[in-house]
């Protein structure tokens, strides 16, 4: 079903950034992960990595590693500072917040019994998130922001639950599967780098020429970070090099130091020494139907009014049309290649722009817009629209959105709802599929376009996903749960979200995280993680609960010592924390309940488990009492924007 996956990505984040992002530590940056000389700020706009071999995290100074502290094979990762091994075999922040028996917890339910979801979620599963939207709206503080409407207003998700006339307090749970496909494809966004999907044919090749453009447009703002400015389309930033195209002058930010450092910069792109170099064509260049080497379509517009005219190259500061609306590079058709090193671009006529562009053989022109998004324009625009886009200044920004073909549809998690009322198959496979075609896979029938699926096993429960995810889900249950995922046993559902991570089998991707965010590295000495947060149980019950599963014993000590001190230094952080001045009862009442979940923040290890606690406390009834006045509020602005 077409759904954002902003959320997830946030979900994974958080969870994993427990039990160490408060306890970062400061760690030299290894050579292979400096930044290159004048380019210390570079950028990674949640999109695919540079073109660039895999780095090699055995590349990282190596240290002594402390006793207790397990590395890595794979990334020769470790804490050179702190020693696991040290701390009691339990460790609790205060006396008062010691874990002993008999204390509330979420117990793990067996899914067998109570989790019947549990056979269609594939073995290939390495998250697992369940959450309960009936029973927390069926609760106090649910049953607030009901009262207020919100449970339609979430971003999208309420269109699409709108669409498909579901309404969040009927549907009992939900569960999303992420497999190693989502995760890498959702590191590539975060700017890691993870195997690419292998695609054949002529979608291979439109996902080859996307993701081109996106590694010069990251090129190209790196290279702005370093020189306050774009480089010309026939030399440098500051205009004293000319004589070579602006591809040249972005090799050292495609990973192409060594060949950019084989050109003679003060020489013009036909010299005796630089002409040879034109064989040379990095693949990033290289676009369809320009058959003669050394030659590609990859153009930047020129001339009068457009972004690459003047002595200087263009900045950010200048295109006054936004970026978003304004067109930094192009794929023209094969008619107009150049040879890569040549300076210059297409020298476009501003009434008939289409004609500079010249034939392409799809319906759409792949564009790199300014901010360094890759939109598909189609060739069905008009001139005088696509001028606009052409020009940084000219007081005319396009709205290119209803001028572009639909992006291709990103890596989606599979996703089973369970409903408190029999689903309204036709509705949902329209709302969700549009077109779509039925097919039968070992007896069990189900909708699918060329990219998503939807599966209705019952009644009142819907798998939906990518294709292959949900006819790996039907393979499942046809399995007797033989295939299932073991993730589903570490659940809590009693919770209104609960989270379990097979964290071990996402070593070579924390390598790399560890890298940009040392406070991550403890994740190395981690094999899995479950969460659950619940709002609606009774006082005394875990409001947050994580648990991690460390290598041996000895590492769930040292862990839990450095995150019993890290709790503790946010403890202290958040009690010192003063009010504003203007700050009214309601904001100091909650405040106190904060300051109270934050004072029972408990953290204890027992053999090689680690527990992070925040139980319920009985203030915790007085919140859907508070919410109600900033709800009304909010509610009373919105009508006040509405009203004409």
């Known amino acids: 079903m077409r759904i954002s996956r902003t959320w997830s990505l946030s979900l994974l ?5 427990f039990p160490c992002g408060c306890a ?27 073109h660039e071999e895999t780095t090699n995290v055995n590349d990282a100074k190596k240290e002594e590693v402390p006793a207790g502290v397990a590395t ?16 009691p075999r339990e460790k609790s922040i205060t006396e008062n917040s010691r874990s002993r028996p008999g204390d509330p917890v979420l117990a793990v339910v067996d899914p067998a019994n109570s989790f019947p979801e549990a056979a269609y979620v594939p073995s290939e599963v390495v998250c697992l998130v369940v959450a309960n939207p009936k029973q927390f709206f069926d609760g106090p503080i649910g049953a607030v922001l009901r ?16 669409q498909a006339k579901l309404d969040p307090v009927n549907i009992q749970r939900v569960t999303i599967g992420l497999d190693q496909a989502f995760v890498n494809s959702s590191a590539r966004e975060m700017g890691l780098k993870a195997p690419e999907p292998v695609v ?41 090099r000319k004589g070579l195209s602006w591809r040249v002058h972005l090799l050292p930010f495609l990973d192409q130091g060594q060949l950019y450092n084989r050109f003679n910069l003060n020489e013009p792109w036909d010299s ?16 369809p139907g320009v058959a003669e080497a050394g030659k590609t379509s990859f153009h930047v517009f020129t001339g009068e009014n457009t972004l690459f005219v003047g002595e200087q190259g263009p900045g950010i500061r200048d295109i006054t049309d936004e970026t978003s609306n304004t067109i930094l590079a192009i794929i023209a058709g094969a008619g107009k290649a150049e040879i890569w090193t040549k300076p210059g671009g297409l020298d ?36 005088t629209t696509l001028a606009n ?17 639909n992006s291709p549809m990103p890596v989606l998690p599979l996703i089973i709802l369970t409903l408190t009322i029999d689903a309204d198959r036709d509705q949902i496979v329209e709302a969700g599929l549009q077109e779509s075609t039925e097919e039968t896979l070992g007896g069990q029938s189900f909708h699918h376009n060329k990219t998503l699926a939807v599966w209705f096993p019952d009644n009142r429960t819907i798998v939906a996903g990518p294709v292959e995810s949900v006819k790996s889900a039907i393979r499942t249950k046809l399995s007797d749960n033989k295939t299932s995922s073991p993730l589903a046993n570490q659940l809590h559902l009693a919770a209104d979200l609960t989270v379990a991570i097979d964290v071990a089998s996402q070593s070579a991707l924390i390598g790399q995280v560890v890298r940009k965010y040392p406070g991550m590295l403890p994740m190395n000495n981690i094999k899995t993680m479950t969460a659950a947060i619940s709002v609606t149980g009774q006082d005394g019950t875990p409001f947050v609960e994580i648990s991690a599963k460390a290598l041996d014993g000895r590492v769930a000590a040292g862990l839990s010592s450095i995150v019993s001190t890290a709790v503790t230094q946010a403890q202290q952080v958040i009690q010192q924390q003063p009010l504003p001045a203007n700050a009214n009862s309601s904001d100091k009442e909650m405040n106190g309940i904060l300051k109270e979940l934050a004072s029972s923040a408990s953290v204890t290890n027992e053999d090689d488990m680690i527990r992070f606690k925040i139980p319920i406390p009985q203030s915790f009834t007085r919140i859907p009492v508070l919410l109600k006045p900033t709800l009304a509020a909010l509610r009373t602005t919105e009508q006040r924007m509405i009203k004409p």
């Not at 984040?13 to 950034?17: E, G, K, Q, T, V």
């Not at 052409?390 to 709205?399: E, S, Y």
Request: negative net charge.
């Open 13 to 17: 984040w958080a969870i994993l950034w």
């Open 24 to 50: 970062e530590k400061k760690v030299s940056p290894s050579p292979a992960t400096a930044a290159p000389a004048g380019n210390s700020n570079q950028k990674d706009f949640n999109s695919e990595p540079p």
């Open 72 to 87: 890595d094979s794979k990334s020769n990762i470790h804490e050179p500072s702190v020693s696991l091994e040290s701390g």
């Open 147 to 162: 009262e207020f409407g919100l449970q339609q207003q979430i971003p999208r998700v309420g269109e699409i639950l709108s």
């Open 200 to 240: 054949a044919g002529v979608a291979g090749e439109f996902m080859r020429l996307r993701k081109s453009l996106k590694e010069i447009g990251l090129a190209f703002h790196n290279y702005h970070d370093t020189f306050a400015r774009f480089p010309r389309a026939d030399g440098s930033a500051d205009g004293e």
């Open 272 to 287: 005796d020494h630089n002409k040879p170099l034109i064989e040379q064509m990095p693949a990033v260049f290289k676009t």
């Open 348 to 383: 476009v006529d501003l009434a008939a722009p289409k004609k500079s562009i010249g034939e392409v053989k799809d319906d759409y022109y792949l564009t790199l817009m300014s901010d360094g998004r890759v939109i598909d324009l189609a060739t069905s625009t008009d001139d």
């Open 389 to 405: 886009m052409i020009q940084p200044r000219d007081g005319h920004p396009v709205n290119f959105d209803s001028d572009r073909r």
